[in-house]
């Protein structure tokens, strides 16, 4: 399991962004992809629930909601049942750069020999399992 968690993380240390694709895409750190991410999978998530979700300390989260406001990644709203609440969206154009970004993801994975690449696929929705089971 050890060498599964280690080959996983390698995995993406290879993917992640590098200083040449930052000619087209918006730089976020770690902290703020995970934070976009999650607002768009679940709009009208709040602060709370997303830090709950990725398992980031809710400073963070505030941190990294505030550079994505400036960047207009994502909008506030107010809570439809609760005043004192916001809930996030993320802007068209933070879904314009997350496709970017798995886009850049994608040609480096074309590097990787087709029948590896099938294998690894297959094995896609069992590490979706795993993370959902982790997230809890």
């Known amino acids: 399991?050890?060498?599964?968690?280690?080959?996983?993380?390698m995995i993406a240390?290879?993917?992640?962004?590098?200083?040449?694709?930052?000619r087209?895409?918006?730089?976020?750190?770690?902290?703020?992809?995970?934070?976009?991410?999650?607002?768009?999978?679940?709009?009208?998530?709040?602060?709370?629930?997303?830090?709950?979700?990725t398992g980031l300390r809710r400073s963070n989260v505030?941190?990294?909601?505030?550079?994505?406001?400036?960047?207009?990644?994502v909008t506030r709203v107010q809570a439809a049942d609760d005043a004192r609440s916001?809930?996030?969206?993320?802007?068209?154009?933070?879904?314009?750069?997350?496709?970017?970004?798995r886009a850049l993801w994608v040609s480096r994975l074309r590097a990787v020999p087709e029948a590896d690449l099938a294998a690894a696929t297959a094995a896609l929705g069992a590490l979706q399992a795993v993370e959902r089971h982790l997230a809890h």
Do not use: C, Y
Request: aromatic share 2%.
């Open 86 to 101: 916001v809930e996030l969206i993320a802007t068209d154009f933070a879904v314009e750069n997350m496709e970017r970004i």
């Open 62 to 73: 505030s941190a990294a909601i505030r550079t994505l406001e400036a960047q207009g990644m």
């Open 24 to 53: 087209v895409i918006v730089p976020l750190t770690g902290t703020e992809v995970q934070v976009v991410r999650e607002v768009e999978r679940h709009p009208r998530s709040t602060p709370t629930e997303i830090a709950a979700a």
């Open 13 to 22: 240390k290879k993917l992640a962004l590098r200083g040449q694709d930052q």
């Open 1 to 9: 399991m050890a060498d599964l968690a280690d080959t996983i993380l």
